[in-house]
């Protein structure tokens, strides 16, 4: 059977010979003894023992996902991981236990997002995605991590999270698995894009425009649940105006704005509805929601029977501002939206000298950008 195939249901099946790894010295003793309380015993009894004892389970993992490299027992203890935190997220929390402050928990995981099958990078992926997501803060927006109380050249937040932003954006180029690669990491930064500094590394790394082809309606429920993901990715970069230099200039409103009349699953709408609302007052957006008609969008939304309050509250929020653009809105800001949207319209306003006379110095803007920006287009359009 294929490795992308394997199931944690299947991988749990197996039977590690534990002794055999006593004997060549790859796990001691107490790591032996701990293996043999927990090792295919209920969810009952392995509740209990972590309740008991949680950190010194988490440092077993961690010895033996660094000390042992044989794919099969890897994918067995990623598997018990992975079991182990989907019963209850909250166990994330061991691995920052202070008793744990001599233990590099992260570097096993980052470390096998690259070296490992699917099965592994995956297992490897959530769980490091779920591990950093729960870390401690302290007062000053920091981080506590254990590497501030060690000499050892532990692996930092900052290595983790720059390498799975990394990985994460390889999935979404060039997936490991055709069927779960993509889904996988757009999962995941759903969950890491809360971060400031997860926003900052995958925009500079120009991670967005992987989001972009991702905005698409969808239809079986797969897929939807991507579109959520991809959109509520969007929605969480919104909040980070580096971003919006991106979403400003590419293909992102238009899909969005697709998105929202053809979608009738609320929590997708929901967080389409808020993006905007997020991104109504930022540079020219207004302009580009305007042409491209999102006020008889809001309208028809409006109409259809929503029961979630914020979904309520940012349709109406969006009609008011939306009212308010439209009247401060100038010819001139329209046919800046047409020529940067690429779909200029040979309308009574482009053949009214006064619009040429009186907004001359307008094309002088931001080097020119929109001259350059219609020669651009021009040059396309001869060519073609």
């Not at 230099?245 to 009349?261: A, F, G, I, N, Q």
């Not at 699953?265 to 929601?289: H, I, P």
Request: charge should be negative.
């Amino acid at each position: 059977m294929e490795h992308a195939e394997l199931s944690t249901e299947q991988v749990l099946r197996r039977d590690i010979p534990w002794e055999t790894y006593v004997s060549t010295k790859l796990i001691s003793g107490t790591t032996l003894q701990l293996l043999r309380r927990y090792d295919h015993r209920s969810e009952t009894h392995r509740a209990q023992l972590l309740h008991e004892d949680g950190p010194a389970y988490v440092r077993m993992f961690v010895h033996v996902l660094r000390d042992i490299f044989k794919e099969e027992t890897v994918e067995y203890v990623l598997a018990l991981i992975d079991e182990m935190l989907t019963a209850n997220p909250k166990r994330a929390r061991l691995f920052h236990d202070k008793t744990l402050a001599d233990e590099d928990t992260y570097e096993p995981f980052l470390r096998l997002l690259w070296r490992g099958n699917w099965f592994i990078q995956e297992k490897s992926c959530k769980i490091l995605a779920l591990i950093v997501s729960t870390r401690p803060k302290n007062q000053n927006g920091g981080v506590v991590n254990s590497e501030s109380n060690s000499k050892k050249a532990f692996t930092t937040i900052e290595d983790v999270l720059g390498g799975l932003v990394k990985w994460l954006c390889e999935q979404l180029k060039k997936p490991s698995h055709p069927a779960r690669g993509v889904p996988t990491a757009i999962n995941c930064l759903a969950t890491l894009l809360k971060e400031h500094v997860v926003r900052s590394s995958f925009v500079q790394a120009d991670g967005i425009k992987l989001l972009v082809p991702l905005i698409s309606p969808a239809s079986t429920q797969q897929s939807i649940q991507l579109l959520y993901e991809t959109c509520l990715c969007v929605w969480l970069l919104s909040y980070y105006e580096p971003a919006i230099e991106y979403l400003t200039t590419s293909r992102t409103l238009p899909s969005l704005v697709d998105v929202v009349k053809s979608s009738t699953k609320e929590k997708v709408v929901r967080v389409v509805v808020l993006t905007f609302k997020n991104l109504l007052s930022k540079g020219t957006l207004a302009a580009q929601m305007i042409d491209l008609q999102l006020p008889q969008v809001v309208q028809s939304l409006k109409a259809q029977a929503w029961s979630d309050e914020d979904l309520l509250e940012g349709l109406n929020y969006l009609e008011d501002g939306l009212k308010d653009s439209i009247k401060k809105l100038s010819s001139f800001d329209v046919y800046k939206q047409e020529v940067l949207l690429g779909n200029l319209d040979w309308s009574p306003m482009h053949k009214d000298p006064i619009f040429w006379r009186d907004n001359i110095a307008h094309f002088e803007e931001n080097d020119f950008q929109v001259s350059l920006h219609f020669l651009f287009l021009s040059c396309i359009i001869s060519y073609c």
